[in-house]
């Protein structure tokens, strides 16, 4: 199963990493930005796609309208601190298909990663 993980902190990144590592995922791949994430999406290539919301360049939700042009299906879980409900609805307008709030186990992120056909 291939990832792609979108998050300006390299520390949060390594915390994903270790979380999918723990629930049986290998194959993420890290950008560093908003901008790097789009250079290196793919359609096709990535099973999941987890973006932080706050990033420089293209922010999260930038990141989900720009990879949903590129392809409807595949899940996209943004992975933040901001759960207010105007900007959830404005995620899930954008295509988000689901959200993990920091801080996050290991176990939610499993849940997460089978509610949305992701399982290990």
Same mark, same amino acid.
């Given at each position: 199963? #291939? ?6 902190s ?8 270790r %979380?999918l590592?723990?629930? &049986?995922?290998d194959?993420a ?5 908003g901008?790097?994430?789009?250079e290196?999406?793919? !359609?096709?290539e ?9 990033m !420089?360049?293209k922010?999260?939700?930038e990141?989900?309208?720009?990879? #949903?042009?590129?392809? !409807?299906?595949? !899940? ?10 105007? #900007?959830?609805?404005q995620?899930?307008?954008? &295509?988000? %298909?689901?959200y ?6 290991a ?10 056909g992701?399982?290990v």
């Amino acid at each position: 199963m #291939r990832v792609l993980v979108a998050d300006d902190s390299s520390t949060m990144r390594k915390i994903i990493i270790r %979380s999918l590592l723990a629930v &049986g995922v290998d194959g993420a791949v890290e950008a560093a930005d908003g901008n790097e994430a789009l250079e290196l999406f793919k !359609p096709g290539e990535f099973d999941l796609v987890l973006t932080d919301w706050n990033m !420089p360049g293209k922010n999260g939700l930038e990141v989900v309208q720009a990879i #949903r042009a590129q392809d !409807p299906n595949v !899940p996209i879980i943004m992975v933040t601190t901001e759960a207010e409900k105007g #900007r959830v609805l404005q995620a899930i307008q954008a &295509g988000v %298909s689901d959200y993990l709030v920091k801080p996050f186990t290991a176990d939610t992120l499993r849940e997460k990663l089978e509610k949305h056909g992701c399982g290990v």
